[in-house]
């Protein structure tokens, strides 16, 4: 097993006992949402049936009933007590009360039918699942022919800082091993997607103190779920280390915590929709499926 193999579980409970308090750190979890939200706008597309994937306390989810009136939009999350957050969050959601559900669901084995969704929306939640290519394999059976698959996910870059400082005290696994754009265009086609679109972006999040970064992780729910992390308590000695080892990075007074967003959209081509493994499957070749994606556009 890998020392990077992440632990579902452990990311489970981090979340539930994030829920509460995670909209006051969700910065940046905002704005990427945002970014892909406007870039909906640039795509003509009519969903009927809209899956908020990862939709933790709702905000995209709630941006989607605002931006697509008619269309029914399922949040679903791992975390229960997430979903608890995002159907409370009160008037706003009334008016769309017959057009949302909410659902507990793991990313790589949908409880949906195949064939049943227009739209997939997932913001920053590809970063948690231990195999993506199920992951893909799941978002491509519930997608209806045509459909779209819209994502937001970290790459290689993500708390580059944190990574190295730790690096410099111990040899465990802190910060997961985030997976490169070509990778996931890669498994995005090999997944029997149509003319995937990808690119990255760089933001940069600024901190008095390592201590203060440590905190919004926690409060965001992202704690250190890889194989390989320490399972004891990490001692003051190695933690003075990397906060040591981290300052390097200081520039005007700050500490910087960069995180590398990769942005990426795809199409289920307009032929034959793919089943479960165990109900039977024929592979579509590469050049029908980019056929059938410009047949739809033109």
Not at 127 to 155: H, I
Not at 192 to 221: C, N
Request: aromatic letters at 10%; hydrophobic letters at 40%; a positive charge.
């Amino acid at each position: 097993m890998s020392r990077y193999q992440l632990d579902k579980q452990r990311i489970q409970r981090a979340f539930e006992r994030a829920a509460v308090h995670y909209d006051e750190v969700a910065v940046l979890q905002r704005e990427v949402g945002n970014r892909m939200l406007e870039r909906m706008a640039l795509i003509r597309h009519e969903p009927v049936c809209i899956l908020d994937i990862g939709a933790g306390t709702g905000y995209c989810s709630y941006a989607l009933l605002q931006r697509y009136r008619k269309a029914m939009v399922i949040a679903a999350d791992l975390s229960p007590r997430m979903l608890r957050e995002a159907a409370g969050r009160g008037s706003p959601w009334k008016r769309w009360r017959r057009q949302r559900a909410f659902v507990a669901a793991d990313i790589d084995w949908l409880p949906f039918a195949d064939a049943s969704v227009d739209l997939l929306f997932s913001n920053l939640t590809l970063q948690w699942c231990p195999d993506l290519k199920q992951t893909f394999r799941e978002f491509r059976r519930v997608l209806k022919p045509g459909g779209l698959l819209m994502f937001s996910t970290f790459g290689p870059d993500t708390l580059k800082e944190l990574r190295r400082s730790w690096r410099a005290v111990d040899d465990h696994t802190h910060v997961s091993a985030f997976v490169d754009m070509h990778d996931i265009g890669d498994l995005v086609l090999g997944s029997q997607f149509a003319d995937p679109v990808m690119d990255t972006e760089l933001f940069t999040l600024t901190y008095k103190e390592v201590r203060e970064l440590m905190r919004d992780l926690k409060m965001l729910g992202a704690r250190n779920a890889t194989a390989g992390r320490q399972r004891s308590l990490t001692g003051k000695a190695r933690f003075a280390g990397m906060v040591e080892a981290y300052e390097r990075y200081r520039q005007d007074g700050l500490l910087p915590a960069t995180y590398e967003v990769i942005y990426g959209h795809a199409w289920a081509p307009e032929q034959c929709a793919p089943q479960r493994p165990d109900a039977g499957n024929s592979p579509v070749p590469l050049i029908q499926m980019r056929a059938a994606a410009r047949k739809r556009t033109s």
